[in-house]
């Protein structure tokens, strides 16, 4: 047990430690915050969180193996046998107030893409500049606008979604980034990290004074894992089997039928070398199984639909509850196809207030500053439809914190800022809503320098929430 000279002991060097972290914040001191940590409590503390104890135990329980780096680094980082994904050290800090907000928005835009994916009109027609300068958004109208033609239906609908927001600095607002529709990655182990951190922060409450109950629990794994099995269920035949399509060695299913296909993959050109890919594809949506997701929700979670979906007037289209609308519109950061003029020049006078987007999922595609500003000038002077290829996308500034990451199997610190993702899950049969939960989450924290933010391409690491009582006052 601590006594009460160690416990403030440990709270003096905690104070300092703060000091310091403020000097790194300015930009002052780049020094190692725990360097002149004097209490032996706090150096048991930080050597645990460095190097050996407990810690380790919980990573080896609770974290997971990169696949893709497994084979090629085990053993060669000091430490560790096996390369672990990358996660904070501790969770990140969360206004309740917005984890309420996103939770609530998610059953909403379940529901909108349900509803805008049974609009084929509406989607050829907002992506037909598009797919004339975008071969592979070409290549996936074509397959939806064969399903069109032949009438196809799915009477079964499955969704398994992720709705990503950052906190806007400027504005004091939650904001989003984008809809997530086909392969939204990590339920699984941004469940883990979400349970690693309520185990690090029960065996140091005495240490942090944090509490781990306020770490919402992450059912994400379980609750897509039922949606899916749901989803079998509704197509009542208990010999069929669900089918995962990866990047990998695709193998076949011993000749049993399918009744539900679920996407990990073909959410990027380089998923489809060559036209065996695209013909395969296509039989996919010609079967009668389910398909998570159909050509038309892929479609919906496009950049280009939801810049569509921003305008004036067009979410009444698809959704009667105003208050609905209003939720939704309240997150909607500023979002403009190249067609304005007025954006397109101001982005060029000043490109770090916007982003540019392309039509491509899995990070590490868009545009920033003066990669930006060289990319809208080039467009502009070849005319044309080049335009149609991007859109343009506020820039959001999230306030930066310092923050411990583990990568490799080394803890370092550094200024970062975070990416909330917020799953979903929605299964419809016909006329009745069987599922449509918001269903965990997924956070999401990179090095604030860095522009992109996704941890498979190598830019941020996995993370979880704190969740604080901060007052919002918002306009």
Not at 268 to 277: G, M, R, T
């Amino acid at each position: 047990m601590v006594n009460t000279y160690a416990l403030g002991k440990f709270s003096k060097d905690l104070s300092a430690w703060k000091t310091r972290e403020d000097a790194l914040l300015r930009h002052e001191n780049k020094e190692n915050p725990y360097d002149k940590f004097t209490d032996p409590l706090a150096r048991n503390f930080i050597r645990d969180r460095y190097h050996v104890g407990p810690v380790t135990k919980d990573l080896v329980t609770h974290s997971k193996v990169k696949d893709v780096e497994a084979t090629l680094r085990s053993g060669t980082v000091p430490g560790v046998g096996l390369v672990h994904a990358p996660f904070s050290l501790l969770p990140t800090r969360f206004p309740a107030y917005f984890w309420k907000q996103a939770c609530e928005l998610d059953p909403i835009f379940n529901e909108l893409v349900d509803r805008v994916s049974l609009d084929g009109k509406f989607l050829q027609d907002s992506l037909s500049r598009t797919k004339q300068v975008d071969d592979f958004t070409a290549r996936l109208l074509e397959i939806h606008a064969e399903m069109m033609a032949v009438n196809k239906k799915e009477d079964i609908r499955l969704g398994l979604h992720r709705s990503d927001y950052m906190l806007d600095s400027e504005t004091n607002s939650l904001l989003q980034i984008e809809l997530n529709t086909i392969s939204t990655s990590f339920p699984g182990l941004g469940s883990l990290v979400s349970e690693l951190h309520r185990t690090l922060l029960k065996q140091y409450r005495e240490v942090l004074g944090l509490d781990s109950e306020r770490v919402p629990r992450n059912y994400a794994t379980t609750q897509f894992a039922e949606a899916l099995g749901k989803a079998w269920a509704e197509y009542n035949n208990d010999s069929a089997v669900v089918m995962m399509v990866v990047q990998r060695e695709e193998r076949n299913i011993d000749g049993r039928p399918v009744v539900v296909v679920y996407f990990r993959a073909r959410y990027a050109p380089n998923d489809y070398p060559s036209e065996v890919e695209w013909s395969a594809r296509l039989l996919i949506e010609q079967w009668s199984a389910i398909k998570c997701p159909s050509i038309s929700y892929h479609l919906v979670g496009t950049k280009k639909i939801q810049q569509e979906l921003a305008k004036p007037t067009v979410l009444e289209k698809f959704l009667d509850n105003e208050e609905d609308i209003a939720k939704l519109r309240k997150c909607f950061a500023g979002l403009w196809s190249l067609d304005n003029e007025e954006i397109v020049k101001s982005a060029i006078e000043k490109p770090n207030l916007f982003v540019l987007k392309p039509q491509r999922e899995g990070g590490g595609n868009n545009l920033y500053g003066h990669d930006l500003r060289e990319t809208l000038i080039r467009l502009q002077n070849e005319q044309g439809e080049a335009l149609a290829a991007y859109i343009l996308m506020q820039r959001i500034f999230p306030r930066a914190s310092l923050t411990h990451l583990v990568q490799g199997g080394v803890c370092f610190e550094d200024l970062t800022i975070s990416e909330l993702g917020i799953f979903g899950a929605y299964l419809r049969n016909k006329d009745k809503v069987i599922i449509n939960d918001q269903s965990g989450y997924l956070m999401r924290t990179k090095v604030s320098s860095s522009n992109e933010g996704g941890v498979a391409a190598g830019f941020a690491v996995l993370d979880s929430i704190l969740l604080t009582d901060e007052v919002i006052i918002t306009v």
